[in-house]
């Protein structure tokens, strides 16, 4: 066995008393094996890749059990307390990590080359020559395209995927036994995910290493691994086979897990969350309708008023041309999806039409009027009727204000109710409809997770009322059960207020369920519109073709 873990604890030192993180965890990886690490934010899974390679935070501590590694020369060391000299020729060597996000794990002041050399020269003896040659081998083995310009390349100079692959080379340097792949394709498109899953298989053939990939995307597991392992509040909840475990869970996390997911639910159904699956135990407050069915789509919807109109709309970044002529209409009440991959133009056509980024030639009308050239006053007002949330639930809102302050700023700007207080109990009404409590009103966005965060953005774009709310990848950073909550809440919600959306996103399960219509976006053109069940069942383009089959875990 190359890994061994047995009976690990892991604690945080708090106000001086230990506080149990993860608890009698249990498993192994086996030679040549890919072993899935499956949970959501906060079950305990990084936390256990990084006690691996000891590279915990000084408040956390092992605080019982063995990890166990066969190293290279075949002796067993254990790495809760092997000394630390030991470790570090073991950290890169014969464990190495990929961590989630190739920005921030990327020096920005050293090229991508340079980073890959370091760690060459770090464990080997090789001339400096000798480690250029390897790392250019190293990014033709990981499919960067011209090698020579990525080794001279900053890592803002490349694309999310090339990062990634920067980063695999980094880790595949010094050909290691080990490879932890933590959360390594959540923040890629789909197309891209698939290739860096496949150039994982091939490097795991080719080079014979095990493999930990940690996920929360039950698709991405079933692609890549032999055995899973559940984590859930730091504790294995359930492990095996990956076919098996899938097809027949046994624990109601697991199966929550598995029954959250957008795919198995068709348009207007609920979607399930954990309190489904779990007796006794409540994750979420009551929601809003208790119907089984919430959305209905209304054909008649499709020949409804033409709420928004663009035409011939084109967008340049300097001397680079980001839209091409970009034509569709939005009808009142439907749910349009933007898809396509990063740099396709999606986020770029919703921040054109709220007017934050300046069109090079073309027009937009709301409800028949232009707007490219309206008044500073007509403006606001159109702002106030087209809200858009964003991606990010922890940038987009101001560290600096409360809840209640952070909802209730667009109503003192667009001078809504009387006073302090009607606007008060506006807030309050807005937080209840998007299932957060009245006591959150004076706290801050720190003190919330990634979900809660989402609901403040949704009540702060609901808070002035508006007909359309552009929705930019807003569920793509959360769980799959959290996803599964904002998506009701989103549903509930639009038809309560009378919603039109515009749905942007690249994972194409979620966009099938939502959208009535689904716009398809390559290179800032527009190459297929359609409904999503004749767009997904028969592609015309080659381009869909490809996303669609991109799409992990099609057994599932």
Do not use: W
């Amino acid at each position: 066995m190359l890994l061994e873990i047995q009976n690990l604890h892991i604690d945080v030192n708090q106000n001086d008393k230990p506080l149990s993180l993860c608890r009698n965890l249990n498993f192994s990886v086996g030679e040549g094996e890919t072993v899935g690490i499956l949970g959501e934010s906060g079950s305990g899974k990084s936390l256990t890749a990084l006690s691996i390679l000891r590279l915990l935070a000084p408040s956390i501590s092992l605080s019982g059990g063995s990890i166990k590694f066969t190293r290279n020369d075949g002796s067993t060391v254990d790495l809760v307390n092997v000394s630390l000299k030991t470790l570090q020729s073991i950290r890169g060597k014969e464990i190495s990590m990929v961590f989630q996000e190739p920005m921030s794990s990327l020096n920005p002041v050293f090229t991508c080359g340079e980073q890959v050399l370091e760690a060459i020269r770090k464990h080997k003896n090789n001339s400096y020559k000798e480690a250029y040659n390897e790392v250019i081998t190293l990014f033709k083995k990981v499919k960067l395209p011209d090698p020579g310009r990525i080794f001279q390349s900053y890592p803002h100079q490349l694309s999310g995927g090339q990062k990634q692959r920067v980063m695999i080379a980094i880790a595949i340097s010094c050909n290691p036994r080990l490879l932890i792949a933590d959360e390594p394709t959540t923040a890629l498109d789909v197309t891209v995910q698939k290739s860096i899953l496949d150039l994982l298989k091939e490097l795991q053939a080719e080079m014979g290493m095990s493999i930990m990939f940690i996920t929360h995307d039950l698709s991405v597991i079933a692609e890549i691994s032999q055995r899973i392992l559940v984590f859930y509040r730091g504790e294995i909840v359930e492990q095996g086979d990956v076919k098996q475990l899938l097809s027949n869970a046994q624990h109601p996390y697991t199966q929550g897990l598995l029954g959250c997911r957008s795919s198995l639910h068709t348009k207007g159904e609920r979607l399930k969350t954990l309190d489904d699956f779990f007796e006794g135990e409540t994750f979420l407050p009551k929601p809003i309708h208790q119907n089984e069915q919430i959305y209905y789509l209304q054909k008649e919807v499709l020949v409804n008023e033409n709420i928004l109109t663009i035409r011939d709309l084109c967008v340049a970044f300097g001397k680079k041309q980001i839209l091409h002529n970009i034509n569709f209409d939005v009808f009142k009440g439907e749910t349009l999806g933007l898809v396509g991959e990063s740099g396709s133009g999606k986020t770029t056509i919703g921040r054109t039409i709220m007017k934050l980024i300046d069109t090079l030639s073309g027009n937009i009308k709301f409800h028949g009027n232009s707007i490219n050239n309206i008044s500073s006053k007509e403006l606001k007002n159109f702002r106030k009727n087209v809200q858009i949330i964003f991606q990010d639930p922890y940038s987009s809102l101001n560290p600096k204000i409360t809840v209640g302050e952070t909802i209730a700023e667009p109503l003192i700007v667009h001078n809504l109710y009387k006073n302090a207080r009607e606007r008060k109990q506006r807030v309050l009404e807005l937080l209840r409809q998007v299932n957060l409590k009245d006591e959150h009103y004076n706290r801050y966005p720190h003190q919330f997770s990634g979900g809660q965060r989402q609901r403040i953005g949704i009540a702060r774009a609901l808070a002035v009322e508006p007909e359309v709310i552009i929705l930019d990848e807003s569920v793509s950073a959360l769980d799959v059960s959290i996803q599964a909550q904002i998506l009701n809440l989103l549903n509930d919600l639009k038809q309560i207020y009378n919603l039109t959306y515009i749905f942007i996103s690249h994972d194409l399960n979620t966009v099938r369920y939502m959208a009535d219509r689904v716009i398809v976006l390559k290179d800032g053109v527009v190459v297929e519109e359609g409904v999503p069940e004749e767009l997904f069942e028969s592609p015309r383009s080659p381009y869909t073709a490809n996303l669609i089959a991109s799409i992990p875990g099609k057994f599932l």
